[in-house]
């Protein structure tokens, strides 16, 4: 039998010391010298007794993204009971997510929770709620572009490559060729509601619609790795069935909706990507929709707020 490859953990801060290694691990763990580009930190206060019982510190560091920064560091070699262990260690300010390292090798990092807190460029793609349809002032994607932009105009940039009608595996086949030019950080993909619905030509309760949501998700988790950006996932909004039973020749189901809101967040879960939900702002507020299924300008500025009250 073969010993279990070694997980990779970028670390940056407290982890790297011999001391808390010690602590955590019984041991001091192998390290190699490493780099994580296109990243910078910030401090980050920490209120946890344990941790600070552990690093002998009440502020720690973590990683915000500023194009051109390079953050020095050591990744560490460790077995499934020591990044179990690193997990535990990791306040709840942390999640571990998939970077890609300065020598093109991908490693685990424990970035903000908040996965919009530390973005400076983000690309949103996804279909006609993310565009903004029905708010001439183009929905809660431009009303998070005006606050993220306002917080740091030099260096904070939001694209909404959003197409109405879009399917998630529309997005994921799009998506790739729109990168490069943009240099994003963050990839927020709002896109699914389309693979939910059900053809009025074809009713029924089939859900062969939503099979290929993880292949879908799968590709975008590797084109965003590619340009170690962060990939963050919304799900559905809220519907109004009884407005949306035949929209344009299609049926959207609250069932439906709730099974893709499930799929993509038990994907989301066990891949370590970030996902967002949005249907508790709009949920028994039917007013707030225009046709049961697109959100009124209120709408989207509620969405909006529930999407930036982490962040203030």
Not at 10 to 18: C, K, Q, V
Not at 48 to 63: C, K, M, N
Not at 97 to 123: F, H, K, M, T
Request: negative net charge.
């Amino acid at each position: 039998m073969t010993a279990a490859r070694p997980h990779a953990l970028f670390s940056f801060g407290t982890l790297r010391d011999g001391r808390v290694q010690t602590a955590l691990f019984g041991r001091t763990v192998p390290s190699t010298p490493a780099s994580l580009a296109g990243h910078t930190t910030r401090p980050q206060p920490i209120t946890d007794q344990a941790v600070i019982d552990a690093s002998g510190l009440d502020v720690h560091l973590t990683l915000e993204r500023k194009i051109g920064a390079e953050v020095e560091g050591s990744v560490l070699h460790l077995t499934d009971e020591e990044l179990a262990a690193a997990d535990a260690y990791e306040v709840d300010d942390y999640a571990r997510r998939r970077v890609l390292l300065s020598c093109g090798e991908q490693a685990w990092a424990y970035l903000d929770a908040n996965p919009l807190r530390p973005a400076a460029r983000i690309v949103i793609v996804g279909d006609s709620i993310a565009y903004g349809r029905c708010d001439p002032r183009g929905g809660w994607a431009a009303h998070l572009a005006a606050a993220h932009i306002a917080r740091n105009e030099t260096d904070h940039r939001v694209f909404n490559l959003a197409i109405p009608g879009s399917t998630l595996r529309d997005v994921s086949e799009q998506t790739p060729a729109l990168l490069a030019p943009r240099h994003p950080d963050t990839l927020l993909v709002a896109a699914g509601i389309n693979d939910s619905a059900v053809p009025l030509t074809a009713p029924g309760t089939d859900e062969s619609r939503l099979t290929h949501i993880p292949d879908s998700l799968g590709a975008l988790a590797a084109t965003a790795l590619t340009h170690n950006a962060r990939l963050v996932v919304a799900g559905p909004v809220w519907l109004d069935e009884e407005r949306t039973r035949d929209y344009e020749g299609l049926r959207f189901t609250r069932a439906r909706a709730l099974a893709l809101r499930e799929t993509l967040r038990t994907w989301c879960a066990e891949h370590h990507i970030d996902f967002l939900d949005l249907w508790e702002p709009l949920r028994e507020a039917g007013h707030l929709l225009v046709d049961g299924l697109h959100p009124t300008p209120e709408g989207h500025l509620a969405l909006h707020r529930h999407l930036d009250a982490p962040v203030r």
